[in-house]
């Protein structure tokens, strides 16, 4: 799951990024507006977290800006207290949340957690697919009801199937969505392939059915339709 910081308070901005990247999240933090736009241009988020007033403009725009891209990624506006009419604005136009400062970091991870439910599996808090069940709060993954152990980007990867079931994810896509920017994608080419084989040898192990097919020259399918 990506999650955007637009933030220009720097200790606020650290231990969200430390804490929600701790919580399995892998998140990246901008200062600026203009930052914030260029991001958002190149990259895809599921979560974007947008403080309201930043040095070089307004929050508000930057979702305007999302709408305007057709971002699908869930939005929540940091706001400060007194500041209703920003954060009316804000859900407005199209923002999810909003959260008024200062807040408890678990708070905000409860918001992330239920508009990523929303927007991928229609709020339920457990995807289920035959075989597989994924509690999304626990982030604990069975086959047949045993539980399956995996990595966080081996996780990552299952929903991100799951959210792309029967179609064809590009490698550039399972890239993006496993390290964002913070990697050469010709190095992580390999790093996919290597998780994708893990994810698929245990759910293997614990009977499920064999989901994951690779189409030559384009990237993977999880195909439930075997
Ligand atoms: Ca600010």
Same mark, same amino acid.
């Given at each position: 799951m990506k999650v955007l910081i637009i933030e220009d308070e720097k200790a606020l901005a650290e231990s969200v990024e430390q804490y929600l990247n701790q919580e399995g999240y892998r998140s990246e933090k901008v200062a600026g507006f203009n930052q914030a736009r260029e991001k958002i241009n190149l990259y895809n988020y599921d979560c974007i977290i947008v403080d309201i007033g930043l040095p070089d403009g307004n929050g508000l725009d930057i979702i305007k800006e999302l709408k305007q891209i057709k971002s699908d990624a869930g939005i929540i506006i940091l706001s400060a207290r007194n500041n209703l009419k920003d954060r009316i604005d804000g859900l407005e136009i199209g923002a999810d949340d909003y959260l008024t400062k200062p807040f408890h970091l678990s708070e905000l991870n409860a918001r992330i957690k239920s508009i990523i439910r929303r927007r991928s599996f229609s709020g339920s808090k457990e995807v289920v697919c035959n075989e597989i069940r994924i509690d999304l709060d626990s982030m604990n993954v069975f086959v047949n009801d045993q539980p399956l152990t995996l990595t966080k980007k081996e $996780?990552?990867?299952?929903?991100?199937?799951?959210?792309?079931?029967?179609? =064809? =994810?590009?490698?550039?896509?399972?890239?993006e969505?496993?390290?964002?920017?913070?990697?050469?994608?010709?190095?992580s080419y390999d790093f996919i392939y290597t998780h994708i084989?893990?994810?698929?040898?245990?759910m293997l192990d614990k009977g499920a059915n064999d989901y994951i097919q690779t189409i $030559?020259?384009?990237g993977y399918k999880f195909n439930l339709t075997l």
């Amino acid at each position: 799951m990506k999650v955007l910081i637009i933030e220009d308070e720097k200790a606020l901005a650290e231990s969200v990024e430390q804490y929600l990247n701790q919580e399995g999240y892998r998140s990246e933090k901008v200062a600026g507006f203009n930052q914030a736009r260029e991001k958002i241009n190149l990259y895809n988020y599921d979560c974007i977290i947008v403080d309201i007033g930043l040095p070089d403009g307004n929050g508000l725009d930057i979702i305007k800006e999302l709408k305007q891209i057709k971002s699908d990624a869930g939005i929540i506006i940091l706001s400060a207290r007194n500041n209703l009419k920003d954060r009316i604005d804000g859900l407005e136009i199209g923002a999810d949340d909003y959260l008024t400062k200062p807040f408890h970091l678990s708070e905000l991870n409860a918001r992330i957690k239920s508009i990523i439910r929303r927007r991928s599996f229609s709020g339920s808090k457990e995807v289920v697919c035959n075989e597989i069940r994924i509690d999304l709060d626990s982030m604990n993954v069975f086959v047949n009801d045993q539980p399956l152990t995996l990595t966080k980007k081996e $996780y990552d990867l299952l929903l991100f199937f799951l959210s792309n079931k029967n179609r =064809v =994810v590009t490698k550039e896509s399972i890239a993006e969505h496993l390290w964002g920017d913070n990697m050469d994608l010709v190095d992580s080419y390999d790093f996919i392939y290597t998780h994708i084989k893990n994810l698929r040898r245990k759910m293997l192990d614990k009977g499920a059915n064999d989901y994951i097919q690779t189409i $030559y020259g384009m990237g993977y399918k999880f195909n439930l339709t075997l």
